[in-house]
């Protein structure tokens, strides 16, 4: 199996930048596509981005689209999900998963297999 650790969050404001970073370790990366979700105080976790296991798809929420990209380096065993023109609504724990590899995009966290811990991301104005 895969251990996924994800870093990177922290405080930002309005309008600023965050690049979080998941790490791999385990297993190889490229067995696996993977995603991005988030979840706020009091709200369930949502999809943010997805990318599979060679990078040829990839899928981001209408919410955040525009601002984030999701990519990967499997050489290094790390997706990221670089984020900028944060607003406040971002404000969550980011959570990356990864997915017994498919092919395709995976938009369901049911759909995935493995999680990491999360990272918090705080957006203030």
Known sequence: QVQ????GGGYVQAGGSLRLSCAASGRTLSSYDMGWFRQAPGKERE???????NSYST??????????TISRDNAKNTVYL???SLKLEDTAVYYCA????????????AGYDYWG???QVTVSS
Do not use: H, N, P
């Open 4 to 7: 996924l650790v994800e870093s």
């Open 47 to 53: 999809f943010v981005a997805a990318i599979t296991w």
């Open 59 to 68: 899928y981001v929420a209408d919410s955040v689209k525009g601002r984030f």
């Open 82 to 84: 670089q984020m900028s």
């Open 98 to 109: 990864a997915a017994a590899r498919r092919g395709y995009v995976v938009r369901a966290a």
């Open 117 to 119: 811990q999360g990272t």
